[in-house]
């Protein structure tokens, strides 16, 4: 069966009674290429196990199952469950877990399902679960990448430089967590239904060591997320607004400038690296 035919794939929603549902986001593909890119992209082996999310009917399922070890497959639709257990038939190294990944507990998960193996992620993403999704992946701290497609222009913010206008606090988060490089494209006619807009692929390679040593994470996402608040702003009116209760403002322009940090900078312009120096004076001088 050709899970990307689109007369084969109408018959095999038919013959379930399938309905698309617009709240789970579900766009299936129908061009053969990009599960194949994907899948390739991923770089999966026979020492990797992948945790798919939201296999849909199973085109990028099956192409993982080809390449890896072990292929868990979370499904949060019930209702695809019997037209998964048809299409992924063929394949002994496939397990399909109902439910929702963001109520799992990903490193029982991968305990459970991939031992022995490399736990990487892979997945076409629903495009209104992309962040917590990749937020909850990276935090788990498991996988060796994470290989997904998404919206175009959050993968633009993923991997934008700073000073540019997709620059935010998730392209802090994400490169601080990892090294993302932006893919390729997917255009709305390889889905049914066609989506609004543009998708992109991504894979994220998680780094050794932080590029940030000097504070705790916390304290430096609280920092980070202060400066983007509200990004009109100026970093000093942004820092003013979460820490003027410890610190007026004359005390938070002698922060700046022992980080080496001009005053009237926004916070779009900083470097991890800046993000990192700022955050360590602005501890130093809560304490």
């Not at 991939?114 to 917590?132: Q, V």
């Not at 006619?189 to 894979?203: D, G, H, N, Q, Y």
């Not at 996402?221 to 820490?243: D, E, H, M, Y």
């Amino acid at each position: 069966m050709d899970l990307c035919d689109i007369r084969e794939i109408k018959a095999l929603l038919a013959r379930h009674g399938f309905r698309f549902s617009k709240s789970m986001g579900q766009n299936f593909l129908i061009e053969g290429w990009v599960p194949q890119e994907i899948a390739a992209a991923a770089q999966a082996d026979g020492t990797c196990g992948v945790l798919e999310i939201g296999p849909g009917i199973g085109p990028l399922t099956v192409q993982l199952a080809r390449r890896a070890g072990r292929v868990a497959a979370v499904e949060l639709d019930r209702s695809l469950l019997p037209i998964l257990g048809e299409t992924l038939a063929p394949f002994d190294n496939v397990s399909v877990i109902p439910g929702d990944v963001m109520k799992l507990d990903l490193p029982a998960l991968l305990e459970e399902q991939l031992p022995g193996l490399t736990p990487i992620a892979c997945a076409n993403l629903p495009y209104n679960i992309t962040t917590p999704v990749l937020t909850k992946l990276l935090e788990c701290g498991r996988f060796a990448s994470i290989t997904v497609m998404i919206q175009r222009e959050v993968a633009q913010r993923i991997c934008a430089a700073p000073g540019t206008g997709d620059y935010g606090a998730f392209s802090v988060f994400c490169q601080y967590h990892t090294a993302p490089e932006l893919l390729f494209a997917v255009g709305p006619e390889c889905f049914l239904p066609a989506p609004k807009v543009t998708s992109a692929v991504v894979r994220l390679v998680p780094r050794a060591e932080p590029p940030q040593t000097l504070v705790d994470e916390a304290f430096f996402f609280r920092v980070v997320r202060a400066a983007f608040a509200q990004r009109r702003k100026t970093l000093l009116n942004g820092l003013s607004a979460a820490f003027g209760a410890q610190l007026d403002k004359d005390a938070l322009r002698q922060v700046l400038q022992r980080a080496g940090l001009d005053e009237s900078i926004r916070g779009e312009r900083l470097s991890i690296e800046a993000f990192a120096r700022l955050a360590a004076e602005l501890q130093g001088a809560l304490i």
